[in-house]
């Protein structure tokens, strides 16, 4: 989970199987404004909106002949930026 305007950052790793390196990849749903993903699995940026964000990695491992795949499904909690108004104090 992440709030909205402020800086953000997951990496996502292999625990076990397949052959290093492995090369990841966003295979479904969206980031949220401001944030992107590397082939390493590293998500990160400063998020510019809040929800709820559905999303499906795909690793890709880099055996020879028939590389060797999985993915797993996650949901990107952002919490909207509270509101502000301006300005902080009133005149009569």
Do not use: C, H, K, W
């Not at 990849?25 to 990160?44: C, F, T």
């Not at 028939?66 to 499904?73: C, F, I």
Request: glycine share 14%.
């Amino acid at each position: 989970s992440g709030t909205e305007g402020a800086p953000f950052a997951v990496s996502f790793a292999v625990v076990g199987g397949g052959t290093d390196p492995y090369r990841f990849a966003l295979s479904a749903g969206r980031l949220p404004a401001g944030l992107q993903m590397d082939e390493n699995g590293r998500i990160d940026g400063i998020v510019r909106e809040g929800g709820d964000f559905p999303i499906t990695v795909t690793v890709t491992d880099s055996t020879a002949n028939v590389p060797g795949s999985g993915s797993a499904d996650f949901v990107l909690s952002i919490t909207p930026a509270a509101l502000r108004l301006t300005p902080s104090t009133l005149s009569d």
